[in-house]
């Protein structure tokens, strides 16, 4: 009956831990094993009898009567008066089967078989849950905040894993609470010691594309294919799709009626604005497309140096850079191209003035830092408001306004 209860008290496991009655046993089997070969030096001579269905178990020891005074090993070996002992017709050379109580193996052995048997069944736990979540890497999943710390939210799932959700892994936006529910993709699973630590993310361009997948039929379907995705995490993303059916407009269904469909998952993203476009192999038209809104007049491409040169109109320069330059560094990424806007400009030559004729009084870091969002003359900065080039340059006001007072008096001249 002790190996009975001891069994029932080690099942309690097999609700917490969601193992298998049948691994349960066979793992039980092995801890009780090593018990016995640290007990007798050899578990070779042993039978344990396991019923998984009743759950109950039986060590018996095998030994071999010998005569008195000539046991050389008591572990596989019985005197003829201890075997007469269990079964008075023993005789020498026969085979004795003992069972074996777990008293025999002592408090402390009983507490080590216990303590090893949670380390094995913890073990077994890791082992499956790292192929279970190995096996859905780059899957959208869901689970509920657990806790919030400075550098990760620690969610918990249905089934109590517990997943890690880095900061820099979280959209900007991002507030999470208590209790709440987050959506991201299972981005790694890494083994730490013995213990798999499972890492979400929020910001990959993979969540995005998956997120396409589960909230437009067609999609998941197979009947538009998401090409490509680029993103700046919570400000902007651009998404080249395509179809084999001419018949379906890829953009047209993908943003849906007003936006319909795409509502969903710009809401999912922190307000992240969203471009959708139609993939070709034209490389010109695909540049083209992809610096929308502004509409381009022309593009020279250099494939040698994977470069092209894109002439705009002036008042398309600042819809082609983006607030931040965001629009043209996604239409690059999208394309693979290094895109360099070229003004063609509409004003006669004496009316503006290159900003680089400015560099004796103006640092070449602060011309370059306007350059950057397609800024390359005085008028183009004077056309602009402070704190919008405060906000998209990484110049101080006091910068900006000195940068100004320079190019006004130019032209007060």
């Not at 890492?199 to 995005?208: A, G, N, P």
């Amino acid at each position: 009956m002790e190996n009975l209860a001891l069994i029932d008290s080690f099942s309690e496991f097999k609700d917490d831990k969601l193992i298998d009655r049948v691994t349960l046993m066979a793992i039980l089997e092995d801890v009780f094993r090593n018990a016995l070969k640290k007990k007798y030096g050899s578990d070779d001579n042993f039978d344990i009898i396991i019923n998984p269905d009743k759950g109950d178990m039986e060590i018996w020891r095998n030994r071999v009567v010998v005569a008195d005074g000539e046991v050389e090993d008591p572990n596989q070996e019985i005197s003829l008066s201890e075997a007469r002992k269990i079964e008075p017709d023993f005789e020498v050379g026969e085979d004795v089967s003992e069972e074996v109580k777990l008293i025999q193996l002592g408090r402390r052995a009983i507490l080590a078989l216990r303590q090893n048997l949670i380390s094995k069944i913890h073990e077994h736990d890791n082992t499956n849950l790292y192929k279970q979540f190995k096996d859905i890497v780059g899957d959208i999943y869901t689970a509920e905040v657990h806790h919030v710390r400075p550098k990760a939210v620690i969610l918990v799932d249905d089934e109590g894993n517990e997943i890690v959700l880095p900061k820099e892994k979280q959209i900007p936006s991002d507030f999470f609470r208590k209790g709440d529910n987050v959506r991201g993709i299972i981005e790694s699973v890494e083994l730490k010691g013995n213990k798999p630590q499972i890492i979400m993310s929020r910001t990959s361009e993979l969540f995005l594309e998956k997120l396409f997948e589960q909230e437009i039929p067609e999609v998941f379907d197979g009947l538009i294919m998401v090409k490509k995705v680029v993103r700046i995490p919570g400000e902007k993303a651009k998404v080249a799709v395509d179809s084999y059916d001419d018949r379906i407009d890829p953009v047209g269904a993908c943003v849906g009626m007003k936006g319909s469909r795409i509502h969903g998952i710009v809401r999912e993203l922190g307000n992240e604005n969203i471009d959708v476009i139609n993939y070709t192999t034209n490389t010109q038209l695909y540049i083209s497309r992809a610096l929308s809104p502004a509409k381009v007049s022309s593009i020279k491409i250099d494939e040698a140096n994977n470069r092209a040169e894109v002439f705009l109109k002036l008042e398309e320069v600042s819809k082609a850079i983006g607030r931040g330059g965001h629009n043209i560094k996604l239409a690059g990424l999208l394309t693979g191209y290094e895109l360099d806007v070229i003004r063609e400009g509409t004003l006669a030559e004496d009316e503006d003035v290159e900003l680089t004729e400015f560099s004796d009084e103006i640092e070449a870091w602060i011309i370059a830092e306007f350059a950057k969002i397609g800024l390359d003359t005085a008028r183009s900065i004077l056309n602009q408001d402070v704190q919008d080039l405060v906000r998209r340059t990484d110049l101080e006001e006091e910068t900006v306004l000195e940068v100004m007072r320079i190019l006004k008096e130019e032209f007060e001249d």
